[in-house]
C-alpha cells in the first residue's frame, strides 16, 4: 500500500534544518504506528512538489532514514517502511504524540453522560469464544445475506438515486413507512397513517427522543428495576428524577407505581432482562392508571417478532384510546444489530415534534439502508427469515432449557415467554461478577447481570445466558461448564458476593 503523499506535513515549530525536519517527520510517524512496515513511501519528486522543498533534500532524508533501518530502498521500487522497525508500544505512540491535552475537561464539559460500559460482558472478539451466550448479535447461519445484498444493489441502481444520494431534509423512505404501517404495526394491533409514524436509529435512538421531548429537571420518569441499561443511561443525561419499580414474575405491577408519575418507561411484551410478560389484565390497569393519574407511557416492544410458542400479547399502544402511549419497535434484533433501523409511533404532534429533534441532530436515518430494508421486507424476504429464525429460536430454547434443568441451575426469570435469553440467579454467595471472569478462561461468554440495576447496592448474583449467537450442539457443553464453574466457586476460600 501506498501512503499519500497528503498524509506529510511539516510542523512549523520544530527546529534543525529542512532535511533534520523531514527525517523526523517520517521517524515519528512510524513510532507512533502511523505509519506501517511495508508501506510505501512517496516518491522524493513527489514529496518535494508537496513539501515545497529541493527534491535533494527528500534524498538526503531518505538516505539517513535507511541508514537508521527506518526505510528501506527497493531499487526503481522507491521506498519503503523497514519491515525490522520495532512494533509501537503505548509509550512510543505516546511520545509520537504532537499534543496533550491540557484542559480541565471535568470542568468544561457542561453535560456528561453517566459513567459506565453498557456493552460490558460483550467483547468486541465475542466470535473467537466457542461458547458465545450473549444477547443480541447475529448468526450469520440464519441470516438471508444473499436476497439483503440483492436490496442493496437494487437500491444502488438509478432508480432509487435520488433516495440515496439526496438530502430528504426530515423525511423517511415512503415505502419503508408503508411497511410499517401496513404489516409491523397491525401484527400488534396498532393502526396508525404515516406522519404518526418515525424511522428511528434503532430503538435507543427512539427512547432518547422520547426522553429529550418528554422530560427536564422538574419531571419524574418511571423505570423497571431491573432494566435496560442504555435507558438509564438516557434518562440520567435529562436530568429528570428516576423512580425505579420492580419488576416481578409477570413484569411491572400497576399497583406498584409511584405518584408523581410524568412518564413511565416499560417492556411489557418481553422485559429487559427478565424476559417476563405482563398479562393483558395488568395491561388495561396500566392504560387505566395512566388516564386517570395523567402519566404518558414509553412502550419499548423491541422483542416481539421473535415470540415463541404462542401469539404475542396486544401492544400497549393497541389499548391506548387517548394518545398517552408511545410505542417504540425495532428492526435490529430480528434482522442484525448493525442494521440501527427502528421507528416510534405516536399522536401526530407528537411525532412532528420528534421528527424536528431528529433533524436538528441527523436529518435522517440513512437513504440507501431506508429503501434497502423497504426491498428486503416489503419483497417477502423478511418474513421468510423470520420464521426461520424464530424455528431456530425455539429449537435452541428447549435444548438450553433442557441443559440448564439437567444441570441444576437456577432460572430467575420467565421460562416459556419466548424471546432469546434467559435470566438466571448463582447459588448464594457466589458472585456472578466473578463467574463470568471465570469462565472467560474456559472460551464462555455470559453476561453478569449488575448493569440492569440502577442502586448502588445492586445484587452480584444475577446474569444472562442467550441462544441466539450459539449452535444448538454446542449449548449443552457450555452449560455443563457453567455448572462447574458455580460448584468451583461454591468451595471454601473461592470468590463470594
Request: proline letters at 7%.
Amino acid at each position: 500500500m501506498s501512503i499519500a503523499v497528503e498524509s506529510f506535513l511539516l510542523d512549523p515549530r520544530a527546529e534543525g534544518t529542512l532535511q533534520h525536519r523531514i527525517r523526523q517527520m517520517v521517524a515519528q510517524g512510524i513510532i507512533s504506528g502511523r505509519l506501517r512496515p511495508g508501506e510505501r513511501m512517496p516518491s522524493s519528486r513527489k514529496l518535494a512538489l508537496h513539501l515545497g522543498v529541493s527534491r535533494i533534500t527528500i534524498t538526503l532524508a531518505y538516505a539517513e532514514l535507511v541508514a537508521d533501518d527506518f526505510l528501506t530502498a527497493k531499487g526503481r521500487s522507491g521506498y519503503f517502511i523497514s519491515a525490522t522497525v520495532p512494533r509501537p508500544t503505548r509509550v512510543m505512540r505516546l511520545q509520537g504524540a504532537q499534543h496533550s491535552s491540557q484542559v480541565d475537561w471535568a470542568r468544561m464539559l457542561g453535560h456528561r453522560p453517566p459513567s459506565g460500559d453498557l456493552n460490558r460482558g460483550k467483547p468486541r472478539n465475542w466470535r473467537d469464544y466457542r461458547f458465545p451466550f450473549i444477547y443480541g448479535q447475529t448468526d450469520p447461519t440464519l441470516f438471508d445475506h444473499a436476497n439483503w445484498r440483492l436490496c442493496m444493489m437494487e437500491s444502488l441502481g438509478m432508480k432509487d438515486f435520488a433516495r440515496m444520494s439526496d438530502d430528504q431534509f426530515e423525511q423517511d423512505d415512503p415505502v419503508l413507512l408503508e411497511y410499517i404501517a401496513r404489516h409491523s404495526l397491525p401484527r400488534r394491533g396498532i393502526l396508525a397513517r404515516p406522519d404518526e409514524i418515525l424511522v428511528t436509529l434503532g430503538a435507543q435512538n427512539a427512547l432518547w427522543l422520547a426522553a429529550q421531548l418528554l422530560l427536564n429537571q422538574r419531571r419524574c420518569a418511571g423505570i423497571e428495576e431491573p432494566g435496560y441499561p442504555g435507558l438509564r443511561a438516557i434518562l440520567m443525561q435529562t436530568r429528570c428524577h428516576l423512580l425505579p419499580i420492580p419488576v416481578g414474575p409477570s413484569g411491572l405491577r400497576p399497583a406498584d407505581l409511584p405518584h408523581g408519575l410524568d412518564v413511565l418507561f416499560c417492556t411489557p411484551s418481553h422485559h429487559c432482562p427478565t424476559g417476563a410478560t405482563m398479562p393483558i389484565a395488568d395491561r388495561q390497569a396500566l392504560i387505566s392508571a395512566a388516564e386517570a393519574d395523567d402519566f404518558l407511557i414509553v412502550e419499548d416492544d423491541y422483542e416481539f417478532e421473535i415470540a415463541q410458542g404462542r401469539a404475542p400479547l396486544p401492544a400497549l399502544k393497541s389499548l391506548d384510546s387517548s394518545g398517552r402511549v408511545i410505542h417504540i419497535g425495532s428492526f435490529s434484533k430480528s434482522m442484525f444489530p448493525g442494521l440501527r433501523l427502528g421507528f416510534m409511533v405516536g399522536p401526530e404532534r407528537f411525532i412532528a415534534e420528534a421528527r424536528a429533534l431528529r433533524a436538528t441532530v441527523l436529518r435522517h436515518p440513512p437513504g440507501l439502508l431506508q429503501r434497502a430494508a423497504a426491498r428486503f421486507l416489503s419483497l417477502g424476504h423478511y418474513d421468510a427469515m423470520l420464521q426461520r429464525l424464530t424455528r431456530s429460536f425455539a429449537a435452541r430454547r428447549e435444548v438450553m432449557l433442557a441443559a440448564i434443568r439437567a444441570e441444576g441451575l437456577s432460572i430467575a426469570g420467565a421460562q416459556d415467554d419466548g424471546g432469546s435469553s434467559f435470566w438466571m440467579r448463582t447459588p448464594d454467595g457466589i458472585s456472578a461478577s466473578s463467574l463470568t471472569e471465570v469462565l472467560k478462561a474456559e472460551s464462555v461468554l455470559i453476561e453478569t447481570g449488575l448493569p440492569f440495576f440502577g442502586q448502588i447496592d445492586a445484587p452480584d448474583c444475577f446474569y444472562r445466558i442467550a441462544y441466539s449467537s450459539i449452535p444448538a450442539e454446542r449449548i449443552p457443553e457450555g452449560i455443563a461448564k457453567i455448572s462447574r464453574a458455580l460448584k468451583d466457586l461454591g468451595r471454601p476460600g473461592k470468590l463470594a458476593i
